[in-house]
């Protein structure tokens, strides 16, 4: 590992101003930072740690609407008793992706900017891979090793997925990022947030600029974030990565029949991938009507692309849309025993 | 050095304040503990936040000390397996494993024990499920499962009548 300086911001001002500096790098939580630096991934001359900052707070604001502190962490959010009543899908998505040492130590932010779990990205000695170095190919694709990659928004430079289960949530809640550069302040849409190799180079993955840091995340007040729900696919029952997962707030109108509805899925895209034309075709369906239920889903499945290692995902992330649709429609306390076991393949 | 934030690095462990002299702002929190200060409970696995084998707490909260930087944990309080007993008396956790058979080899024992304190701590040892769930950032190569859920369910069940009486709960700092 290269040597590098640590500096404990004080203040907001000093971090922005520590993070202009030439191979500054940010770090809060840790767990994917260190990860990071151990197999080479970053190598950076200056460490900034933020977790001086006053970005911790959850509040419920006005009329309901919800404001997390970028340095929150997983654990404390989960645990938020509003956050479990209101919107149980960001508490599912939270309590369901990591293990409770790694919830106690990463924080909102930092969950957001995890990097792909693609193993060739993740190698502790160089393969080919665009993201790691621009040019060198995909090691992925040229070797047809596809199964945990994107069937959405992938080209032939790249088809990693991004890997937080919070992203998906957040995006099925029209959630907002909040972020500070030295520009000031701008928002972007939680769905807006990661980006696609269709939308920008491998090498970047998220919109943030090296010099900007996440400041929070704030989640509106909608009547369809209590009737949510995260549904997680496994190839475990715990501590593991989703394979295809699903985030749904819906609102209900007379009866059974869906008003309005968001949802997102994770391990699809290198970005929570929005099923719109879905969402528009859901509209006035009865949500006993199953049969009706997967032909809407399936319109937004109609451009998927699968590789030849994950012809799978599209059925799978098509009827995990679904069973989490009629999950969302039945709110309980939210359990994650059960939430595991039904996130499990079947 | 041009690495390093100042001279000495202070830690907080196990009550006790310890110096980490011309420290190397890239070692993590568990090389530290063990190369620096001697313990050696906090055990090296993954190195990479996957195994559990390092867990120690911090301020209390159970964390891996594999991807804790240790320049980072200066104003924290750190408590590893060796702070568990108190005056040579086993934490009940300590007592309950050995009672249950909880391990064959031991090496990731320092782990499941810490993070089986906070486990019932943190109110998530309610059934052989919860526990289950709330323990699956430890694993045990030997597969010692079993053995360590019943170990956990059986403090979390003391610990639960003796909340329901006026008597004093057992064990350690943490």
Known sequence: MKEFTYVKAPDMAAALTALRRPGAQLVAGGTELLNWLKDGIEAPDHLVDITGLPLTAVDVGPHGRLRVGALARMSDLAAHPEVARERPVLAQSLLLAASPQLRNMATIGGNLQQRTRCPYFRADTPLPCNKRTPGAGCAALQADDTAQHAIFGWTQECAATHPSDLAVALAALDATILISGPGGERRVPADAFHLTPEEAEPRRHTVLAPDELITGVEVPARPSARLSHYLKVRQRASYEFAVVSAAVALELTAGDTIGSVRIALGGVAHRPWRLTAAEEALRGTELADTDALRAAVAISFADARPLPGNGYKVELAQRAAVRALRAAARPEAPDVHRAGANGGPR | ?174
Request: negative net charge; hydrophobic residues 35%.
């Open chain 2, 1 to 174: 050095m041009g690495t390093s934030l100042q001279p000495t690095l202070y830690l907080t462990v196990n009550g006790e304040k310890r110096e980490v002299p011309a420290p190397d702002v890239r070692a993590t929190l568990l090389d530290t503990l063990r190369e620096r200060l001697g313990l050696t409970g906090a055990k090296k696995g993954c190195d990479r936040g996957e195994c559990g084998a390092c867990t120690v707490h911090l301020d209390g909260r159970r964390v891996l000390s594999c991807l804790t930087l240790a320049v980072a944990a200066q104003d924290a309080d750190v408590v590893t397996v060796e702070g568990l007993a108190t005056d040579g008396e086993l934490h009940a956790m300590q007592r309950a494993f050995l009672d249950h058979d909880a391990f064959q080899c031991g090496f990731c024992t320092p782990g499941q024990l810490m993070s089986a304190v906070a486990c019932v701590r943190e109110g998530r040892a309610g059934s052989p499920d919860e526990i289950r769930e709330w323990m699956s950032g430890n694993l045990c190569r030997c597969a010692a499962y079993p053995q360590i859920t019943a170990a956990i369910a059986d403090v979390a069940e003391r610990a639960a009548e003796n909340e329901s009486t006026p008597a004093e709960s057992g064990g350690g700092r943490s």
